[in-house]
């Protein structure tokens, strides 16, 4: 940060500063010189012209004497001694022999003025006779010598060097320019001074930019100067107010978003996720965040008896406030369950707590219910949540249970308790329920029309065969599609619980010892011995290709040789399991493949067929049915009719499934039927 | 952008109050209908609410309705809603409340209820 400037402002102002005196110096300097020449060369003409003067008066008495030259002689030669600068000095006669000169061996010779002088062009005032030349190296006046009468008697000549008057010239520049190199440096030294008092408030202002720029905002910039400078360090100083103002919004901001991030990030961890079993049940959570953080809540709380505790809530109040009223709500959640076996009493008890801590207008819809695995019954009570959707699979119907109640901390004293009543919920095999919040229902369509509850058990209803997870996930989806992928206005959170379409093994199931050996062994060996025995077949994924099943059954060591009702209901099963792997599991390039594993070798046909087991391969999606592209909506309700009877089948006929998804083998369906069970429990009730 | 929510009141020759309401009652206006109303119940006064043109009802919007409603329990007085409108209704029958309000088909059959 402390670069230095590249170009110092003083370098610049004293380069221009310079430039300019010097070059007024010069044009100056220049006519000064003309006229210091011209001064000089006058001066130097009016001294010349004296001298020769003076040199004729003194010279008219000698010439006139008998030998001028003794006089002249010594007259001349002072003169030329006193003035190292004249050329010469000479006096001459009138018949311009010279009689005074300071050579005296020229003495006597006639006397001729040097070439190349002509008349100079003078100021000065020449009388009768007299004459100034000049030359390039001479200057020259002649005056003539006058007796006393006025007769003309000689001439005096004085010649000076032209040289000396440039030195003398010279001189006078030399000073001059000295004067100017004095002038320019006293110059400089001010300028320097003054910009130097100038800039300094500009160190100052660099030197808080540069704290400011470090994120110091606390320290003014302190500058009493009454320049533009001055101001200028005002207005940092109110623009670092300014910005701390604005850093602190930032800031401020900033831990609003992190606060609404640890909201969320408390929600998603209290929330449960994927999917757990409870017997023949499959039990499924799912969250998914609106844009601003919501009061939804959903829960799976296993209760010491071996039931389980299944709840979802919605807080009216979203953000910060919502997420800590659902916190509170887990909270004591977690802390009544054990205490309530009615959920009526616990949401009562749940309303007393909370009560306090809620808001005047706020609220909490709030769905609660225990489920028993061994009986498979629900009972639960809502507190003014959205209906309970319960798919029943053999109707192919939704079975929406609304309740009376009222939402928790809404109003005061016992009304809560007046409006809740337990309700108990049977499952039949196949059946779905689905509990939802409100974001489900209102999502809104991009023209403002809400998604509904009819819609919501259309989708269900149609992925209810596939489990709990695809029918949910089937529900994002169309409403991803509703609201054109819109994020949610509000938290879309869901319970899904599912009960399996046919019998798998369950604790207290009354077939449990005969089951032991399909469920203990390892499938993929079961498989192996199963297709070693010689009688796998493998069918093309079609439903056409079904038809095979019957002539291959009356091949297989057992149930060949049942009767043909009792081989018919086999035959049922394994067509409903393949065609459901037909039609949900995805793509079958392999063909799907079943194969026979007779029981112990027996001459009573019931007995093989009874310890036997049917081996189903296939290798599409483990449980994920609703991807198949090439699902046929047109066909689904007629579809749905048929496979509640056939689920229904299989419940009866079937001794034991053992379901293995995603083996070294592929998906493995185990298959035990006692022919023999058709019969006796025809009468038993499916849910 | 216009008040998505206008409130109007005025008193009748029986001394009732009627508040009609139109426009969205949700987060940003419920407070404004809960302080209104508040004020309104404070006079002592049988409230009518107008709820004809109401076109939305968020959770908070019930919570202001439902506030006042107990306030005016309180203090023993009726708080009436007159003509609820569709979107009204529903999130009312939703939440089970409607079993505890005191609903009117119109302002003139209210009015007719208090006496008024």
Redesign the interface.
């Known amino acids: 940060m402390s670069a230095r400037p590249r170009i110092s402002m003083r370098v610049v102002v004293i380069s221009f500063t310079v430039a300019i005196v010097a070059a007024a110096v010069l044009a100056v300097g220049t006519v000064a010189e003309r006229n210091t020449r011209r001064a000089l060369t006058r001066e130097a003409e009016a001294r010349l012209l004296l001298e020769a003067r003076n040199l004729a008066l003194t010279a008219a008495g000698a010439l006139l004497s008998d030998l001028p030259e003794l006089t002249l002689h010594p007259v001349v030669r002072e003169l030329g001694e006193s003035r190292p600068e004249l050329a010469f000095v000479v006096v001459t006669d009138h018949h311009g022999v010279i009689q005074g000169h300071r050579d005296a061996r020229v003495l006597g010779t006639a006397w001729q003025l040097p070439d190349g002088l002509a008349p100079a062009v003078t100021v000065a005032r020449l009388r009768t006779d007299e004459r100034l030349l000049t030359s390039r190296t001479l200057l020259v006046a002649t005056v003539p010598v006058v007796s006393a009468s006025g007769q003309r008697l000689g001439s005096a000549a004085v010649g000076l060097q032209r040289a000396s008057l440039e030195r003398a010239v010279a001189a006078a520049r030399r000073q001059q320019v000295l004067w100017v190199l004095v002038v320019l440096a006293a110059g400089m030294g001010v300028t320097f001074l003054v910009l130097t008092a100038l800039l300094r408030p500009i160190g100052v202002l660099r030197a808080g930019l540069e704290r400011i720029g470090t994120g110091d905002l606390d320290t003014p910039i302190q500058l009493t100067d009454r320049t533009e400078l001055g101001l200028l360090a005002d207005t940092v100083n109110d623009m670092a107010r300014e910005l701390k103002v604005a850093q602190r919004s930032a800031v401020e901001r900033e831990r609003l978003a992190h606060e609404v991030e640890l909201a969320r990030d408390l929600q998603q961890r209290l929330l449960p996720t994927g999917t757990r079993t409870l017997g023949d049940l499959t039990l499924c959570g799912a969250h998914r965040a609106a844009a601003e953080v919501g009061g939804d809540y959903v829960d799976l709380l296993p209760l010491p008896d071996g039931r389980m505790a299944v709840t979802i809530a919605d807080v009216?109040?979203?953000g910060l406030g919502g997420c800590l009223v659902m916190t509170m709500l887990a909270a004591s959640l977690r802390a009544l369950r054990n205490e309530h076996r009615s959920p009526r009493a616990l949401l009562v008890a749940l309303e007393e707590q909370l009560a306090p801590t809620l808001k005047?207008?706020?609220?909490v819809?709030m769905f609660y219910g225990v489920l028993d695995p061994r009986t498979r019954t629900l009972v639960y009570a809502s507190a003014?949540h959205?209906p309970l959707l319960v798919w029943r699979a053999a109707a192919g119907e939704a079975d929406w249970q609304a309740?009376?109640?009222?939402?928790l901390g809404?109003?005061?004293g016992s009304?809560l308790a007046a409006?809740l009543d337990d309700r108990e919920v049977l499952l039949g095999p196949g059946d779905l329920l689905f509990q939802f919040t409100?974001g489900y229902s209102e999502a809104f369509s991009p023209g403002g029309e809400a998604f509904g509850l009819p819609r919501i058990a259309d989708v269900v209803g149609s992925h209810a065969a596939a489990g709990p997870e695809a029918a949910i996930a089937a529900l994002a989806k169309a409403l991803a599609a509703w609201s054109h992928d819109r994020a949610p206005d509000d938290d879309q959170t869901v319970l899904a619980i599912a009960r399996s379409a046919v019998a798998v093994a369950v604790a207290d199931a009354p077939t449990a010892a005969a089951r032991s050996w399909l469920a203990k062994t390892d499938p993929v060996a079961i498989h192996e011995r199963a297709r070693s025995a010689g009688r796998a077949l493998v069918l093309p994924a079609t439903m056409e290709a079904l038809e095979g099943l019957r002539p291959w059954l009356t091949t297989l060591p057992g149930p060949g040789v049942l009767s043909v009702d009792q081989r018919l209901k086999i035959e049922i099963v394994l067509y409903e399991l393949a065609a459901n792997v037909i039609e949900h599991g995805g793509p079958q390039e392999a063909g799907i493949e079943l194969a026979w594993l007779p029981g112990a070798a027996s001459s009573d046909p019931i007995a093989q067929v009874r310890e036997g087991c049917f081996v189903l391969r296939d290798r599409g999606y483990p449980f994920r049915p609703e991807r198949r592209p090439t699902f046929n909506a047109g066909q689904h309700p007629a579809w749905k009719k048929g496979r509640g009877l056939g689920l229904d089948i299989v419940q009866r006929v079937v001794n034991e499934v053992v379901f293995r998804p995603g083996t070294t083998a592929g998906n493995l369906t185990l298959l035990s039927f006692d022919p023999a069970k058709g019969e006796e429990r025809k009468e038993e009730q499916h849910g | 952008m216009a008040e998505s929510l206008a409130i109007q009141m005025d008193r009748t020759p029986g001394g009732a109050i009627v508040a009609r309401l139109r426009g969205r009652i949700d987060?940003r206006t419920?407070p404004d209908l809960?302080m209104h109303g508040l004020a309104e119940l404070e006079s002592g006064r049988t409230v009518i609410l107008n709820l004809s043109e109401v076109t939305f009802v968020s959770?908070?919007g019930?919570?202001?309705i439902?506030?006042l409603f107990?306030t005016a329990e309180r203090q023993g007085i009726g708080l009436r809603l007159a003509a609820p409108s569709e979107a009204v209704l529903s999130v009312l029958g939703?939440?089970?409340?409607e079993?505890?309000l005191v609903i009117d088909a119109s302002e003139s059959d209210a009015l007719r209820a208090i006496g008024g």
């Not at chain 1, 005047?360 to 609220?363: L, M, Q, V």
């Not at chain 1, 309740?403 to 939402?407: C, F, L, S, V």
């Not at chain 2, 939703?94 to 409340?97: A, K, M």
């Open positions: 009216s109040g979203k005047p207008g706020e609220f819809t003014g959205t309740t009376r109640g009222i939402p809404l109003m005061s009304r409006t409100d | 987060g419920a809960m959770s908070a019930v919570g202001a439902m506030v107990q939703i939440l089970n409340l079993q505890f």
